[in-house]
């Protein structure tokens, strides 16, 4: 589940703002003390901060933002008004559909997280702001993964689907180049948690934007 954090005294407002981020499965921490510095270090944790202003002094605010300079943590800044309140979620509502909730009719981009997105358009995995190509073999290899998910596809119904009736390549080829979509998708290649594996199984997409939308419409 993705986290945003929330810096206000106002439990009335920590409240609204939950509810209205439930509904979008991301979870709200809050913490009512100024402690913005450990939070802005740990910019892969939230997708945004949320602060009240009420509570802060325009230098403290001038403060935060010359911090972020270093760590680029998205910052929300929120009056203290429950219209404000809302009205801010409310667009941040619209812009996450629109970038999370990608068109039925037309899926051109998948978020496999909330920093990794697979671009099917262009062929590339568009990670951190970083755009690494993919490989026909390893397009392939994704797409259908994705197409699938949350089921298990087995190394063989991956050959047959990805290579076709190619007798050059086996198993040891799936293996291959499913290492090397780890390397460009995973924080850690070593311990996946994205393109993961079942001993006996397959392989699979396990994310949250994948399976929550059908995916079997991708040609």
Request: contains cysteine.
């Amino acid at each position: 589940m993705s986290h945003m954090i929330l810096i206000t005294h106002k439990l009335k407002m920590v409240k609204l703002i939950r509810r209205y981020l439930s509904t979008n499965k991301i979870k709200l921490d809050w913490i009512s003390s100024y402690d913005i510095g450990k939070v802005l270090q740990q910019p892969d944790r939230y997708l945004a901060v949320l602060i009240d202003t009420s509570g802060f002094t325009s230098g403290s605010l001038n403060a935060v933002m010359t911090a972020n300079q270093k760590h680029s943590v998205p910052i929300i800044l929120l009056n203290g008004s429950q219209d404000n309140v809302k009205q801010t979620l409310s667009m941040f509502h619209d812009l996450y559909s629109f970038y999370w909730k990608v068109p039925k009719q037309e899926n051109t981009k998948i978020w496999l997280n909330p920093y990794v997105v697979f671009d099917l358009n262009e062929h590339l995995i568009i990670n951190r702001n970083q755009l690494i190509p993919l490989p026909c073999i390893e397009y392939k290899l994704l797409k259908a993964l994705c197409k699938k998910s949350p089921n298990y596809l087995s190394t063989r119904q991956l050959l047959d689907i990805v290579w076709g009736e190619n007798k050059f390549v086996n198993v040891d080829t799936v293996y291959v180049h499913i290492r090397r979509l780890r390397q460009k998708i995973e924080t850690n290649p070593d311990q996946p948690i994205v393109l993961i594996n079942r001993k006996g199984v397959g392989y699979r997409v396990k994310s949250d934007c994948v399976e929550s939308h059908q995916m079997q419409h991708l040609v």
